[in-house]
């Protein structure tokens, strides 16, 4: 999963700072554990389910912070494809790496950004981020998506796993004191208009079976004949 605190290294980390854990894998790791309450690994099963990830696929895991999605679509793919994890906080590269412990058909990791993916165009049959484009900034996250699109080949995958704030005042003041206004005010809904925006086909809501989390499923168009 993505680092719920931080694609964008910060010196300081106030409240509304969305890098407030980048410089703390095994913290946000035990954060994760918390807010899934268990659930995590058939909930990241789940995922590789939606994505469709098949043996043999190249997949990329954007925003992937320790590694833990990453490792599940790499038992997916298989030893004949390859899945490739990258994050933009150094921190979090590391931890991913250790994690996968150089195991044979292990995910490969490095650091990037979100906004400019190190791959040529058409590089992969998916790709999966989550918990990752409401920490962009706003101008930040339609190009974002494009750079996604652009590593998919024609007709390739994408799925968005991102935060649905509460509706309720008490729910959003809750977010809001522990998480900041980012993720106070983020909806499914604002995330899949980004994804039309940058030119995704077939862009569909989904629930996700964890009340504080929606899905975003969408297509790279495909090739005109």
Request: neutral net charge; proline residues 5%.
């Amino acid at each position: 999963m993505g680092h719920i605190h931080g694609h964008s290294a910060h010196d300081h980390h106030g409240a509304d700072d969305p890098g407030a854990l980048i410089r703390w894998p095994r913290r946000y790791d035990l954060m994760v554990a918390f807010m899934f309450a268990g659930r995590g690994r058939r909930f990241r099963g789940y995922l590789a389910d939606v994505l469709g990830v098949d043996p043999d696929d190249r997949v990329l895991d954007v925003g992937c912070g320790t590694g833990t999605l990453a490792l599940v679509l790499a038992g997916r793919s298989g030893p004949k494809g390859a899945v490739i994890g990258v994050d933009a906080s150094p921190e979090m590269i590391a931890a991913a790496q250790a994690k996968a412990g150089g195991q044979k058909g292990a995910p490969t990791f490095q650091v990037a950004p979100a906004q400019d993916l190190p791959f040529a165009d058409g590089s992969f049959d998916a790709v999966s981020t989550s918990l990752m484009i409401h920490h962009l900034p706003e101008a930040d996250r339609v190009g974002a998506i494009r750079e996604m699109l652009r590593v998919l080949r024609p007709g390739g995958r994408l799925l968005i796993v991102e935060f649905q704030a509460p509706r309720g005042r008490a729910g959003k003041r809750i977010t809001r004191h522990l998480f900041g206004h980012a993720m106070a005010d983020n909806t499914i809904d604002e995330v899949a208009a980004v994804t039309v925006e940058a030119g995704a086909a077939g862009v569909e809501c989904h629930p996700s079976g964890v009340g504080w989390l929606g899905l975003i499923t969408a297509s790279r168009q495909a090739a005109e004949s």
